[in-house]
């Protein structure tokens, strides 16, 4: 599968903010850069493109890739489709016309997908009827099919085989107008890139907030109008009641307004949907609604990720309200009985056939579940040798329990480091070992410089014989020079550092050796000459002594 999320490795903090947030529990790797930074990546096979990552990440390390710039360019050389969907007008309230007038003036033809949502209502109450499908969950939200498709495909024996409004909007045009130009969609959503792939009949996601942003990068105004209606001059049918569809539960208003006695519950929003879903998967085929609307966006495709939009939910709910007013002063306007919709369902039975607006679906390749004797070794890389250590659950990692967690890791898209437990264990027991390590080198340091207090002395005794090793031999003067010269070095280095590291010990055990060299070299000069008294000899065997118990204490580095 083509990516869709992308992440910039470069601005990710490895917070794992985004592995909260996600409903899909394979679709993040952790991984571990070069220069030591830890940073998530999105695996795109396991991925659902719900956008709540590229929403939630406030390092904006997150973003997706929509096909707004392969439209630009196409636009060059084809006659495009347009399909809008009816979520255009609650992103873009003043704008949206104008949105729709300059790809007019492009030359391209221009749909509405609320007339492929009242299609799809259509097809689900005509499915119902005939009995040619049980209890269903509603698919015109792509992040969810994908989610059933990768994570729970026993459901896809539930979800609904009808073609989402988009794509019964593509149906329609490519079947019944028997036209080819290329499609294009302003869509809300990020997902639908999927979907579009999938089933080959749509070219084009062009996401809102990328088309506006590809307007303002190449300075294209789009004049801003007040909003006075929600007509517009379409190159086709305007659609009805299916403008509501992007609300939450905006497929239950459209099947209840045609059949009150249906059995519909809802759920929306990332947090809430796919938990749900997977209690749907577990509980009984008694215990299902006859219709399971769910969307992934909290407040419907309106606030989906490729909106951009900066609208709050009571103006997208109004602008809704406005929508179907304006769609039930039609229904109410002419027609059978006097209901317009009733008309447009007819032309429906008459001109379309069910099995036209169909999907299929593909599982995707589930992922091994591991057992607890394979989670144990996992679970000791983690440091979580205890119970309790097990169930700590703290979420930092962004999974909702450790269990998850170490089943991550044992599927390697996730590392022990990136437990907070187990990093704390880590600092904790390096901390201790420094600890140590830090006492053990005060301890030297006190020892060498007791040491260097007692070579001072024996310094002293030998400076008062220098003159008389001086007087007797140039060979013996010049090397007791250069060992008081030593000595001085050992006993101002040991005195300037008073707290040693091991660079610190290092650099003293090589100027200590070098005076050993110098001792015994004095040592055989003075013995060789018979020049020394024996007092010159005492304060040397001495002074030797000092060293070397110097370099013991050393030793214990």
Same mark, same amino acid.
């Given at each position: 599968?083509?990516? $869709?999320?992308? /992440?910039? #490795? +470069? *601005? %990710?903090?490895? &917070?794992?903010? @985004?592995? !909260?947030? =996600?409903?899909?529990?394979?679709?993040?790797?952790?991984?571990?850069?070069?220069?030591?930074?830890? $940073?998530?990546? /999105?695996? #795109? +096979? *396991? %991925?659902?493109? &719900?956008?709540? @990552?590229? !929403?939630? =990440?406030?390092?904006?390390?997150?973003?997706?890739?929509?096909?707004?710039?392969?439209?630009?360019?196409?636009?060059?050389?084809?006659?495009?489709?347009?399909?809008?969907?009816?979520?255009?007008?609650?992103?873009?309230?003043?704008?949206?016309?104008?949105?729709?007038?300059?790809?007019?003036?492009?030359?391209?033809?221009?749909?509405?997908?609320?007339?492929?949502?009242?299609?799809?209502?259509?097809?689900?109450?005509?499915?119902?009827?005939?009995?040619?499908?049980?209890?269903?969950?509603?698919?015109?939200?792509?992040?969810?099919?994908?989610?059933?498709?990768?994570?729970?495909?026993?459901?896809?024996?539930?979800?609904?085989?009808?073609?989402?409004?988009?794509?019964?909007?593509?149906?329609?045009?490519?079947?019944?107008?028997?036209?080819?130009?290329?499609?294009?969609?302003?869509?809300?959503?990020?997902?639908?890139?999927?979907?579009?792939?999938?089933?080959?009949?749509?070219?084009?996601?062009?996401?809102?907030?990328?088309?506006?942003?590809?307007?303002?990068?190449?300075?294209?105004?789009?004049?801003?109008?007040?909003?006075?209606?929600?007509?517009?001059?379409?190159?086709?049918?305007?659609?009805?009641?299916?403008?509501?569809?992007?609300?939450?539960?905006?497929?239950?208003?459209?099947?209840?307004?045609?059949?009150?006695?249906?059995?519909?519950?809802?759920?929306?929003?990332?947090?809430?949907?796919?938990?749900?879903?997977?209690?749907?998967?577990?509980?009984?085929?008694?215990?299902?609604?006859?219709?399971?609307?769910?969307?992934?966006?909290?407040?419907?495709?309106?606030?989906?990720?490729?909106?951009?939009?900066?609208?709050?939910?009571?103006?997208?709910?109004?602008?809704?309200?406005?929508?179907?007013?304006?769609?039930?002063?039609?229904?109410?306007?002419?027609?059978?009985?006097?209901?317009?919709?009733?008309?447009?369902?007819?032309?429906?039975?008459?001109?379309?056939?069910?099995?036209?607006?169909?999907?299929?679906?593909?599982?995707?390749?589930?992922?091994?579940?591991?057992?607890?004797?394979?989670?144990?070794?996992?679970?000791?890389?983690?440091?979580?040798?205890?119970?309790?250590?097990?169930?700590?659950?703290?979420?930092?990692?962004?999974?909702?329990?450790?269990?998850?967690?170490?089943?991550?890791?044992?599927?390697?898209?996730?590392?022990?480091?990136?437990?907070?437990?187990?990093?704390?264990?880590?600092?904790?027991?390096?901390?201790?070992?420094?600890?140590?390590?830090?006492?053990?080198?005060?301890?030297?340091?006190?020892?060498?410089?007791?040491?260097?207090?007692?070579?001072?002395?024996?310094?002293?005794?030998?400076?008062?014989?220098?003159?008389?090793?001086?007087?007797?031999?140039?060979?013996?003067?010049?090397?007791?020079?250069?060992?008081?010269?030593?000595?001085?070095?050992?006993?101002?280095?040991?005195?300037?550092?008073?707290?040693?590291?091991?660079?610190?010990?290092?650099?003293?055990?090589?100027?200590?050796?070098?005076?050993?060299?110098?001792?015994?070299?004095?040592?055989?000069?003075?013995?060789?000459?018979?020049?020394?008294?024996?007092?010159?000899?005492?304060?040397?065997?001495?002074?030797?002594?000092?060293?070397?118990?110097?370099?013991?204490?050393?030793?214990?580095?």
């Amino acid at each position: 599968m083509n990516e $869709v999320i992308i /992440v910039k #490795p +470069d *601005k %990710c903090q490895g &917070c794992n903010a @985004c592995i !909260r947030a =996600c409903p899909a529990p394979e679709a993040n790797v952790v991984k571990v850069l070069e220069d030591g930074r830890m $940073v998530v990546n /999105v695996n #795109p +096979d *396991k %991925c659902i493109a &719900c956008g709540e @990552c590229v !929403r939630t =990440c406030v390092h904006d390390a997150r973003d997706y890739i929509d096909d707004t710039e392969a439209c630009m360019q196409r636009l060059e050389t084809d006659k495009i489709i347009i399909l809008a969907t009816p979520s255009i007008k609650s992103a873009l309230p003043r704008q949206w016309k104008g949105v729709l007038d300059w790809f007019k003036k492009k030359g391209c033809l221009v749909y509405d997908v609320s007339f492929g949502a009242d299609i799809c209502t259509w097809a689900h109450l005509r499915a119902i009827e005939s009995k040619q499908v049980g209890n269903v969950i509603s698919q015109p939200c792509a992040a969810i099919v994908r989610y059933i498709e990768t994570y729970q495909p026993k459901l896809l024996q539930n979800i609904s085989p009808i073609h989402s409004p988009i794509l019964c909007s593509a149906t329609y045009i490519r079947k019944y107008q028997r036209r080819t130009n290329p499609i294009a969609v302003l869509s809300p959503c990020i997902a639908k890139k999927m979907e579009f792939t999938d089933t080959g009949l749509v070219d084009y996601n062009v996401t809102i907030k990328k088309l506006m942003e590809y307007f303002d990068k190449n300075e294209i105004r789009i004049p801003a109008a007040p909003v006075t209606d929600f007509d517009y001059d379409f190159d086709d049918t305007q659609g009805q009641l299916g403008g509501i569809y992007p609300r939450p539960g905006g497929l239950k208003d459209c099947l209840l307004a045609h059949d009150p006695d249906l059995n519909i519950v809802t759920a929306e929003g990332v947090q809430s949907v796919y938990g749900q879903l997977d209690t749907y998967a577990a509980i009984g085929d008694n215990k299902h609604p006859q219709v399971f609307d769910v969307l992934s966006c909290e407040f419907g495709c309106n606030s989906g990720p490729g909106t951009g939009t900066k609208q709050n939910n009571f103006d997208m709910l109004a602008v809704m309200k406005q929508v179907r007013d304006n769609a039930e002063s039609k229904r109410k306007g002419g027609g059978l009985f006097g209901r317009g919709e009733d008309r447009l369902f007819k032309q429906f039975d008459d001109e379309l056939q069910l099995q036209d607006f169909i999907r299929h679906y593909k599982p995707g390749v589930m992922s091994v579940i591991p057992n607890d004797n394979q989670l144990e070794e996992v679970y000791i890389r983690m440091g979580k040798d205890t119970p309790e250590k097990r169930k700590h659950d703290c979420h930092a990692c962004g999974y909702k329990s450790c269990r998850d967690m170490a089943i991550a890791i044992y599927r390697g898209i996730n590392i022990p480091e990136n437990c907070i437990v187990h990093e704390h264990d880590v600092l904790q027991t390096s901390s201790t070992e420094l600890s140590v390590d830090n006492t053990r080198l005060a301890e030297i340091t006190s020892d060498c410089i007791d040491i260097s207090e007692k070579l001072k002395s024996n310094v002293s005794e030998i400076n008062e014989n220098m003159e008389v090793i001086k007087g007797s031999n140039s060979k013996t003067s010049t090397r007791a020079t250069e060992v008081n010269d030593l000595l001085q070095s050992v006993i101002e280095f040991c005195n300037a550092n008073s707290t040693m590291d091991e660079e610190s010990v290092t650099q003293l055990v090589e100027i200590l050796a070098t005076t050993q060299k110098a001792f015994k070299s004095l040592d055989k000069n003075v013995t060789r000459t018979n020049e020394s008294s024996e007092a010159i000899n005492e304060s040397i065997v001495r002074i030797g002594g000092l060293v070397d118990e110097i370099k013991t204490v050393l030793a214990r580095t």
